[in-house]
């Protein structure tokens, strides 16, 4: 197969590009080399290409900027989605496009389904279900990947923002009112290669991310004790738990992120590990 990655300079388009190439030609772009913003350019750069898989890893992430810039965040995570899956209808091609758990509101008490509707309270949630609208109402071959909370050792992450706040502070306020499950890009990398590598890939949407669950606290505690297990901080600050309504920010969050994955793995034989799993073989690496 001939695989186009958009967004390879991205915090899960760097383990992407990793986990596809054994898959065919991997064909690989980074924001300056295919910019989702720029509809002419992009269906000309698809066409040029002619891809018998597009994997759509970029995105417009910055969530609470998105709130300043909605139709930059829209440009991005809506209409360019759309022109990816209408040139992939061209050509007959897949297109695999990552969503997020903030589609939702966040007031369901149990994970959220992909039958459930989405009602995202932001600007950013709001442009990823528009994109997730325009790909399924395109006509193109297509898997939606709805995942939660996603970290790695590229890009900007809560991660690691803690790991840098931990070796500059000695006490931290950190909400933990806010559920989901941290997913490490490369795991969700590597599941995206396993389903590819199937002899026939259903269309839809599913929900792929971290088994458990945790909150923003309890996370941030876990990560300062596992880095400073595994030598990456000499001393572990103080984390105090707090309230959303102590950390406003200009994009609201939804409560409850939880996703509940078992279509996924009714469908491909797919389950991620636990989120704890994943964050300590993701520090691990970060030590060489």
């Not at 759309?82 to 509101?105: N, P, Q």
């Not at 279900?129 to 898997?143: F, V, Y």
């Amino acid at each position: 197969m001939k695989i186009l990655l958009t967004g390879c300079g991205g915090q899960l388009g760097r383990e992407l590009k990793r986990s596809l190439a054994c898959l065919g030609e991997l064909v690989a772009c980074d924001r300056h080399q295919l910019d989702l913003a720029q509809p002419d350019a992009l269906r000309e750069a698809v066409r040029a290409i002619a891809p018998t898989v597009i994997v759509n890893a970029a995105a417009y992430t910055a969530v609470d900027q998105a709130e300043a810039e909605p139709a930059v965040a829209d440009a991005i995570n809506a209409v360019g989605p759309r022109i990816l899956a209408e040139e992939a209808r061209r050509l007959g091609a897949l297109l695999i496009h990552y969503s997020t758990d903030y589609v939702f509101d966040g007031a369901k008490p149990a994970p959220y389904s992909e039958d459930d509707t989405p009602a995202p309270l932001s600007a950013y949630g709001r442009g990823k279900r528009d994109g997730e609208t325009a790909i399924t109402a395109s006509g193109a071959r297509h898997l939606i990947l709805r995942t939660s909370w996603v970290y790695g050792l590229h890009g900007a992450n809560f991660m690691k923002t803690m790991l840098r706040l931990g070796k500059e502070r000695d006490e931290l306020r950190v909400v933990g009112d806010q559920f989901g499950a941290p997913t490490w890009s490369r795991h969700l990398a590597d599941a995206t290669a396993l389903i590819l590598a199937r002899r026939e890939i259903p269309d839809g949407l599913y929900h792929l991310a971290a088994a458990g669950a945790t909150n923003w606290h309890e996370y941030a505690e876990t990560i300062f004790a596992e880095a400073r297990r595994a030598g990456l901080l000499e001393k572990i600050p103080m984390v105090r738990r707090i309230a959303s309504a102590d950390y406003p920010l200009p994009a609201p969050r939804p409560a409850n992120s939880r996703l509940d994955c078992s279509r996924c793995q009714r469908d491909f034989g797919l389950a991620l590990p636990d989120w704890r799993t994943g964050l300590i073989d993701c520090l691990a690496d970060a030590r060489f």
